[in-house]
């Protein structure tokens, strides 16, 4: 089985400043891994995926997330954030066993508060 | 397309009464899921299906049942739902390995 650890509920930060979220993995076999990002009152939104290949991996919105093995973690940074970036942002593993398909174990969320 | 989407939104339901989600996806994807959101919590897996006619337990199973009779609809059943059932619940299908998820239902217990 796998579990994932998100090792802040809540990360306030001030307009402009840099943030990283942290997420830690445990699993017997190999991984996929995922940030999920939810706005207020909507559905799980895809931000950035490590399925293979390069270990940064960036999305269209300026963040990006590191894959290391060694540490079993998959921490999310963005350097400079925004107002609009107000949200719940969920770190998720599957296994890569026939694509994934058994699904995804989230960890439990964390809410980053941007302050003006 | 309308990707992933959930029928219905919200409901209140008293305990022991019935009810059925629905999710359909027009991307025609073979893999199907249902999670539950609760505070503090992150979501949970309770059934998924990797083809028509298939589904297996997740996480967190009991009391609820699925049904996959077409490839483009899932449903989610609650024989006589509790109080422990009011929740968040999200559908996703999936292709393979990334996952798109429905708007999502509130569902209260009284």
């Known amino acids: 089985a796998q579990s994932v650890t998100q090792l802040d509920s809540q990360v306030p930060v001030f307009e402009e400043a840099p943030v990283e979220l942290r997420c830690n993995y445990s699993s017997s076999v190999s991984v996929y891994l995922f940030w999920y990002v939810q706005y207020p009152n909507q559905g799980l939104q895809l931000l950035l995926k490590?399925?293979?290949?390069?270990?940064l991996v960036e999305s269209i919105n300026g963040f990006e997330a590191e894959f290391n093995k060694s540490q079993t973690s998959f921490h999310l940074r963005k350097p400079s954030v925004h107002i609009s970036d107000t949200a719940e942002y969920f770190c998720?593993?599957?296994?890569?066993?026939?694509?994934?398909?058994?699904?995804?174990?989230f960890g439990k969320g964390t809410h980053l508060i941007i302050q003006p | 397309n309308a990707g992933v989407t959930q029928t219905p939104k919200f409901r209140v339901l008293k305990t022991g009464q019935s009810m059925t989600l629905l999710c359909a996806q027009d991307?025609?994807?073979?893999?199907m899921y249902w999670y539950r959101q609760d505070p503090g919590m992150g979501l949970r897996l309770i059934h998924y299906?990797?083809?028509?006619?298939?589904?297996a337990k997740g996480e967190v199973p009991d009391g609820y049942n699925v049904s996959r009779l077409k490839k483009q609809n899932f449903l989610l059943g609650l024989e006589s739902a509790a109080p422990s059932q009011t929740s968040v619940y999200f559908c996703a299908s999936s292709p393979q390995n990334e996952q798109f998820f429905g708007p999502g239902t509130r569902l209260t217990v009284l």
């Open positions: 998720a593993v599957s296994r890569t066993t026939r694509g994934g398909a058994d699904g995804l174990t």
């Open positions: 490590y399925l293979s290949g390069s270990t």
């Open positions: 991307m025609n994807h073979e893999y």
């Open positions: 299906s990797v083809g028509e006619g298939t589904t």
